[in-house]
């Protein structure tokens, strides 16, 4: 946009010889107006001075200097004026222009709103523009960068507050930024330079003499392009006069190729945009085409920003996600990592729960093993304690007394009670490691219960009970023989030991497709519903006070329990505390059968 | 007079034994280990024998197959009485090549009556 205005520049200086004729009968007419009286008299104008440069400004010696001050110095010169400059801020110096104390301002840019209150030459003097500049690598590359900045900004300048102003174009672009006003360009910069502010607004001339005192940078931020007047208090009579004799006199400098007014730019800004006379009104002209360019490549220059600052967006927000992705894939791997480590965790786990079984089971082995060769260890020494004492009590060795019999025939009663304890042992321990094998054969059962009654009658008849068999003679099992007798013998000699009074009953009975039922029914002691549950457990003969009483392993019961599982049976109790104990037991009636099934 | 030869290592056993055995009128030979028992079973021919399993050297039941397979001693009634009472023991016995199967601790009212149905 900086172009276009040159190219705009040049094209006004390419229309000049068309434009003379009208500017001589403009000529014509300023000179028809009145004199006023200031004319040629010792006049001391008051003259509004602020910090600028180069535009206007207070030199190292104290003095006002600068383009305008050349420009006021010349025609105050060639008036016969005194001028005395009274330096402010800009602000002030506005206020003052306003209030009348000052007669003239210089470098007052064109606003609607400051035409009310102030009173313009006709003729321009200069024309700038605004731009934003920030520190050196300060990442502020077009309007929408402002966002959330701090602006520093000359309060009251024409860039703050006019129509195109930044407060303006930051508005228009709903961008929200701080604005810290302040009192000149020095102290913008000052606050830009020393990091109070993000970006300042200055004139660009301004800009380009001090950027590099302040390590600051040009943004392409430009805007309000500006024609800059001479400016007098509304409404003051002298001030009407004071327009038009400095208008003449502008008129004439731009005329002239080596005028004070070149001279002075060149001297100032470095720049001889060669003699520019042009109307008023024609200036206005190529102000607005310039304006126009200027807004537009504005414009252009706003929306490419906006596409980048919206492609900057997009690729933030690509990159936010890929960065959510990479991170859920981390997730994910950690997800992986954590159930791989619970897998392994497990898996050792496992390990070592199969080694732990493995081990119980080679313990539970070595106890078979132990208990079984105790058995045998105790059956040695027993061999000859039941044998030697069976001889002495058959007189073998020489005749016995009673009392020598007696104490003999406890020895070997007690020889007998250990021996069928290590006996039980002996089972249940093969049972427990699974080595109890059974070998199955087919024979009628109530031959079975006969072995067994008559085995038991004489303890029975010892207690005046009488033993009772209902079994019908076609019961053909096919099981271990010797197992199921040892388990009758055991149920049927519990209930003789349990009984005082009455009978013990053996009921069989084919119950079901192949199955055999046998119940064996006293009418003892019976049981306490509480001690049912401990019936079929080891050395647990129920009720404690009567182990005295009633001799016996108190593996019986739970042996017997044990055989008929083996024989592929069940068994239960039931029994009325104090009339009774029926004792049930399901057989298969082929235990091979029931095998391969 | 018939003659018994007792494979046995416990000495309380055999004296049990001989006890029974001379007192029924039986001559009885010993033997404390099983090697023993084959020597003197070949060289004194017994009518009976009796085996202990559990033995110092080879096991009853190794010795009654050698025993077995022999033509001076091999028709001999073998009758195992053991302390062995696991799973499958009869059986073993019984394969071995022994006649009969006695289980101790012996009832010394039934011993005699049960070896004399070998002899």
Redesign the interface.
């Known amino acids: 946009m900086f172009q276009g205005v040159s190219v705009a520049a040049k094209k006004d200086r390419g229309m000049k010889k068309q434009i003379l004729p009208a500017l001589f009968s403009l000529l014509c007419l300023i000179s028809f107006i009145p004199s006023t009286n200031i004319h040629g008299q010792p006049l001391t104008l008051k003259v509004g001075l602020y910090e600028n440069q180069p535009k206007i400004f207070t030199d190292t010696s104290g003095n006002a200097s600068g383009f305008w001050a050349d420009i006021i110095d010349y025609i105050a010169g060639r008036e016969g004026w005194n001028v005395e400059y009274i330096p402010g801020t800009w602000d002030e110096c506005l206020q003052r222009l306003a209030a009348g104390e000052i007669d003239i301002m210089p470098d007052v840019a064109y606003t609607p709103a400051r035409n009310k209150m102030y009173a313009f030459s006709a003729q321009s003097v200069y024309t700038s523009w605004s731009t934003v500049y920030i520190r050196e690598g300060g990442g502020i590359e077009s309007l929408i960068d402002l966002e959330g900045k701090t602006v520093a900004v000359l309060k009251n300048s024409v860039n703050v507050e006019g129509e195109n102003g930044i407060k303006a174009l930051v508005s228009a672009f709903d961008i929200n930024c701080t604005f810290l006003e302040v009192d000149s360009y020095l102290r913008v910069f000052e606050l830009v330079g020393n990091g109070q502010a993000d970006a300042g607004v200055t004139s660009k001339d301004f800009g380009y003499q001090h950027e590099s005192d302040f390590g600051l940078t040009k943004t392409a931020i430009m805007f309000q392009p500006s024609l800059l007047y001479f400016t007098f208090p509304k409404n003051s009579p002298l001030a009407a006069g004071l327009a038009e004799i400095i208008d003449a006199h502008m008129q004439e400098l731009k005329e002239n190729d080596s005028s004070i007014y070149y001279q002075s730019l060149d001297r100032w800004f470095g720049q001889a945009p060669g003699r520019n006379i042009i109307p008023a009104w024609m200036f206005w002209a190529l102000g607005s085409v310039a304006a126009l360019i200027l807004l537009s490549a504005g414009g252009n220059f706003l929306l490419r920003s906006q596409v980048s600052a919206r492609t900057r967006e997009l690729s933030a927000e690509i990159n936010r996600r890929k960065h959510a992705d990479e991170e859920l894939a981390i997730y994910h791997e950690q997800l992986e990592q954590l159930v791989e480590m619970r897998t392994v965790e497990l898996k050792e786990r496992t390990g070592e729960l199969e080694q732990a079984n493995l081990h119980l089971q080679e313990m539970d082995r070595l106890k078979s093993v132990f208990l079984a060769s105790m058995s045998h260890e105790l059956r040695t020494p027993l061999n000859s304690i039941i044998g030697f004492t069976g001889i002495l009590l058959m007189g073998m060795p020489g005749e016995l007394n009673d009392e020598q019999k007696k104490q003999l025939t406890m020895v070997k009663n007690n020889a007998g009670h250990l021996l069928s304890l290590i006996n039980d042992i002996l089972d249940i321990s093969k049972i427990e490691a699974g080595k109890a094998e059974i070998n199955p054969e087919e024979f009628r059962f109530d031959t079975v219960t006969s072995e067994v009654i008559e085995q038991l009658r004489p303890a029975a008849d010892k207690k005046r009970l009488e033993i009772v068999a209902d079994i019908p003679e076609d019961i053909i099992l096919t099981s271990d023989k010797r197992r199921l007798k040892q388990i009758l013998l055991n149920l049927v000699s519990n209930a003789v030991k349990f009984t005082e009074k009455g009978s013990v009953k053996i009921t069989g009975r084919i119950a079901g497709k192949n199955m055999l039922e046998v119940e064996i029914a006293d009418t003892g002691i019976g049981i306490k519903p509480e001690e049912m549950s401990k019936l079929f457990q080891p050395f647990q003969q129920v009720g404690a006070s009567l182990t005295k009483k009633y001799e016996g392993t108190g593996l019986g019961l739970y042996l017997s329990g044990k055989l008929v599982v083996l024989l592929g049976g069940t068994i239960s109790a039931g029994s009325e505390y104090g009339h009774g104990t029926e004792i049930t037991i399901a057989l298969p009636l082929n235990r091979e059968e029931e095998k391969t099934e | 007079m018939k003659k018994v030869l007792v494979i046995e290592d ?1 000495d ?2 055999m004296y ?1 034994m001989r ?2 055995l001379e ?1 029924n009128g039986y001559r009885v030979i010993e033997a404390g280990d099983g090697l023993t028992g084959i020597k003197m079973a070949f060289e004194q021919k017994p009518d009976l024998i009796i085996m202990d399993i ?1 033995l110092p050297d080879i096991n009853g039941l190794e010795a009654t197959r050698r025993i077995r397979q022999s033509d001076i001693a091999g028709s001999i009634p073998i009758v195992a009485v053991t ?6 023991d009869r059986e073993q016995t019984l394969q071995a090549g022994c006649s009969g199967y006695i289980e ?6 039934t011993f005699i009556k049960e070896l004399q149905k070998f002899l």
Request: no cysteine; glycine share 4%; proline share 10%.
């Open positions: 416990n309380n056993n049990l006890f029974m007192k559990q302390s062995y009472a696991m799973v499958g101790k601790p012996i009832n010394p009212e």
